[in-house]
């Protein structure tokens, strides 16, 4: 440290910056995103390995002990990725300020298929029920059909306010500092919707879901995840809801492209992994091809042929 004073002193070069000193200004470019206690969650994570250290000396090494340890620990990859993406987010900055010469090579885990998970609207009903039996969960019921009429992520519904949302045009808007793609979208509101929210007019002047005055924060709580199990619904989650709202949507025939917009997807790619769980837009090409007159190698007897288009057409 001594050598690096001197340096800076008598030969004007910039001290080397450690971990925490990249980690201040990227935080605070951060703070402002939705997803920004995930991004905290995962800097805590990282900082046991890099806490103290030089930006030149994160090495290879330290990315797979960082892996090889949250492995063990029967971390899923996806979440690990997640977490490596922050660090070479932070590096990246570091960069771009010439903190740092070059980025240490950072592999990804690789990630099995997206977990889609979604409830039938009879499972949904039960659900509901359960929220709504006590005055104590009765705020939370009101958020989960809002939830599944809009598709909205949980921090989108938490946060709304009545300055983003017209009643009279039947439309609501996610700010761009609000969405997790950092786009803004305007979103049309359905019948039941519309009916949540006139419940909650006149309840709080800025806030629209709230329980005794205050803001409801969040909707994942112990209360959430008990009336699950009273309802008998099992490995589902808060975001699973707009999953379900989805496909549901993609079952009722909503084409692909315009789920997209409805959902506020910046690419289509994240909507496709829906698309499976409906075919109606493709029944009509489905004999799109020429009927084959032979079977077993033998032609069919014209009596034959008439038979098995009778049996088509019925």
């Excluded at 997640?82 to 950072?106: D, G, H």
């Excluded at 009879?122 to 005055?135: F, G, H, P, V």
């Excluded at 009916?195 to 709230?210: A, E």
């Amino acid at each position: 440290m001594k050598q690096e004073v001197w340096r800076a002193c008598q030969l004007g070069e910039e001290s080397p910056k450690r971990w925490e000193e990249a980690v201040m200004p990227w935080s605070q470019a951060k703070k402002s995103k939705p997803s920004w206690r995930d991004l905290r969650r995962n800097l805590r994570i990282l900082n046991p390995y890099l806490g103290g250290k030089l930006l030149r000396d994160i090495t290879a090494e330290d990315i797979d002990r960082i892996k090889a340890d949250r492995e063990s620990a029967g971390v899923a990859p996806a979440t690990t990725n997640r977490t490596l993406e922050v660090l070479r987010s932070v590096l990246r900055m570091a960069l771009k300020r010439n903190w740092l010469k070059a980025l240490p090579p950072i592999e990804f885990l690789d990630e099995p298929d997206v977990r889609i998970r979604w409830i039938t609207p009879e499972e949904a009903d039960r659900l509901i029920q359960e929220l709504a039996k006590s005055k104590r969960t009765a705020a939370l019921a009101e958020l989960v059909r809002f939830s599944l009429a809009t598709g909205l992520r949980e921090s989108n519904v938490t946060g709304l306010e009545w300055s983003r949302v017209d009643l009279e045009r039947r439309v609501m808007w996610v700010e761009g500092y609000q969405s997790k793609n950092g786009s803004a979208f305007n979103l049309p509101l359905s019948a039941e919707a519309i009916l949540v929210l006139r419940r909650q007019q006149g309840k709080h002047s800025r806030w629209v879901f709230t329980y005794y005055g205050k803001r409801v924060k969040r909707g994942n709580t112990k209360a959430f995840k008990a009336a699950l199990k009273r309802a008998g619904i099992s490995n589902f989650r808060w975001h699973d809801l707009r999953h379900t709202w989805a496909s549901w949507h993609v079952q009722n025939g909503t084409p692909i492209p315009v789920l997209q917009q409805l959902g506020g997807w910046k690419t289509l790619a994240m909507v496709m992994r829906y698309a499976h769980l409906g075919a109606s837009h493709l029944a009509e090409f489905a004999d799109n091809v020429p009927r084959l007159r032979v079977v077993a190698g033998k032609k069919l007897a014209k009596s034959e042929c008439d038979s098995t288009e009778d049996a088509v057409s019925a």
